[in-house]
């Protein structure tokens, strides 16, 4: 979907940001995101005089309010921001923290195994939020509104109602079972799941939401909403305190810094693995010529990358305010082309025979969230955020009507073994108190002398991978409906397989990667749900597009006239 021309200004790609030499400012505004109701919340800011990082607050609490599965006040995110008036790229971290009473071996039985579905399930499986100070810390520092405007939109969508829809009543089908008495009151108000259209009335969180407006940090992290939140987390055998809220931090981050074939990469750092994930495979696949291959040779190299990305990711990375992770190395092309020499372009390389651990077991899912917005004085926002899995804990403390994140499971809980992601990691993403645990989530910015993409997707362990097919879409000259709309496969070292969405390979394709020496697993439906939004430098247009696997859809705003 595109719209009307802005008009054109001078663009210079300095070495190391976006540098914006604005003659005239864009007149158009655009956002994508998995709900309608979300993006239409941003252009509504936009239209009061708000900025990108207004508008960012409103679409991520009406994502809290309207997808409750994927996102929300009880988890934590990433926002990838660029401001226009000075260059400045940034990455706030919102990511949730383990709890103080937190232990390296706390999911663990007497005998050392992983005691099933305790760092998936219930509130001991819940990292401390940190989604409600990312929208404070954002208005307060980045904003042109008050932080209660920007909420207005979600206050009202939670305390009217929205209307269900397949996806989440799905999602709740599979999820009700773990939920407690509080989340099923709220979602199923008459003790039956919803039918679609029925409206999702959520007067617990419109208060929390507008004691956060009222009152910012102190309101969820002190007061009141801090004690239902720690009592209901304890009585249900959680280890939360007070100290644990009223302690969070929000964190600026410098984002990751990477170049492809005429492109520039602005992804974001630890806790996130993506932008060294993602930057790494670019450098690997930098030393071919992968648009002149052929279709198997394109994927057998993608997947070599990948494998050796995600060997890394197990082997290597954490929060970088415990552990010492090595990323000038891992995102060094010297390095790369150690990589790439172990690449053998006619077989696929088996995992174990790469340097590194080894998986003990594994199983699956996945949830989160993401939207992409410019606004028209070219301020740029790229973020993900997530619960985890969907509907996170499926544990709401009495009172608040917050989901609580089992964002827990995504800490390495024992060497080698899997998390419900199936990715492995090491002694550098274990468990501490006050630690961030390692995510994918990729908010990520490509720009070359072409344009601009932002753009970011849910979908766990496979986050970067989908990041890296639409890098790569975009530069082979794709559009941002091409790119959402791109079939997708993934392969992250453990479990040694290419898993794909349907419809993704040929037959022929099939039979020669096993030819190679690849597994392959088809996926009975597709994952992932992209949100792009893209600038045109040469005619000036703003292009946006929500996933076709989703609901979501894009906005536009062609003029903004202050209320």
Sequence with gaps: MKIKKFT????????????????HYPEEA????????????????????????????????????????GSGLGGGGFFLLHRSKDNLQVMIDGRE??????????????????????????????????????????ANHY????????????????????????????????KINIMNEEAKRIFMPNGSIPSEGDLIIQKDLANTLKILGEEGFSGFYRGEVAKRLVEGVNSASGIWSLDDLASYQIKEREPIIGYFQGMQVIAPPPPSSGGIGLINMLNILSGYQINNLDSVSRIHLIVEAMRRAY??????????????????????????????????INKSTPSNLLPGISPIDYSTGDQTSHFSIIDNDGNIVSATQSINFSYGSGFIPKGTGVIL??????????????????????????????????????????????????????????????????????????????????PRFHHQFFPDLIQYE???????????????????????????????????????????????????EPRFLESVNLE
Excluded at 30 to 41: D, P, R
Excluded at 105 to 114: A, F, K, S, T
Aim: charged share 20%; glycine share 8%.
């Design 97 to 138: 923290v383990a709890p103080i009473s937190a232990t390296r071996d706390m999911y663990l039985d007497e005998d050392g195994n992983p005691i099933p579905r305790a760092s998936r399930d219930g509130p001991l499986s819940s990292g401390i939020p940190g989604l409600p100070a990312s929208l404070e810390y954002i």
């Design 502 to 552: 349907p419809d993704a390979f040929s037959d022929d394709e099939i039979k020669a990667l096993k030819d190679k020496g690849h597994s392959l697993r088809p996926l009975n439906s597709s994952y992932g749900n992209m949100h792009v939004v893209t600038w045109d430098f040469e005619t000036g247009d703003l292009d946006a597009s929500s996933d076709p696997r989703g609901h979501g």
């Design 30 to 69: 655009a956002i994508a995101s998995a709900h309608s109701l979300a993006s239409e919340a941003g252009i509504e800011i936009l239209k009061r005089g708000g900025n990108a990082f207004d508008a960012a607050i409103a679409v991520s609490a009406v994502l809290s309010v309207v997808e409750p599965y």
């Design 405 to 486: 994140n089992n964002e827990m499971d995504d800490f390495s809980i024992k060497l080698g073994t899997p998390n419900g992601y199936e990715l492995i990691g090491n002694e550098a993403n274990e468990i501490a108190p006050g630690k961030r645990m390692l995510s994918s989530m990729t908010p990520t910015i490509i720009i070359d002398d072409r344009g601009l993409a932002v753009l970011g997707t849910p979908g766990g362990s496979r986050i970067i991978t989908m990041v890296l097919l639409s890098a790569l879409a975009w530069n082979q000259g794709e559009s941002a409906e091409s790119i959402t709309s791109l």
């Design 311 to 344: 060997r890394d990711r197990a082997q290597y990375l954490g929060d970088t305010d415990f552990v010492n992770v090595p990323i000038d190395k891992l995102i060094d092309k010297h390095y790369a082309s150690s990589q790439r020499a172990s690449i053998n």
């Design 8 to 23: 054109l200004f001078y663009f210079s790609l300095l070495a190391s940001s976006i540098s914006l030499s604005l003659e």
């Design 143 to 174: 904003g042109n509104l008050p932080l209660s405007v920007s909420l207005e939109p979600a206050i009202r969508h939670a305390e009217n109602g929205f209307p269900a829809y397949s996806t989440m009543l799905k999602l709740l089908e599979r």
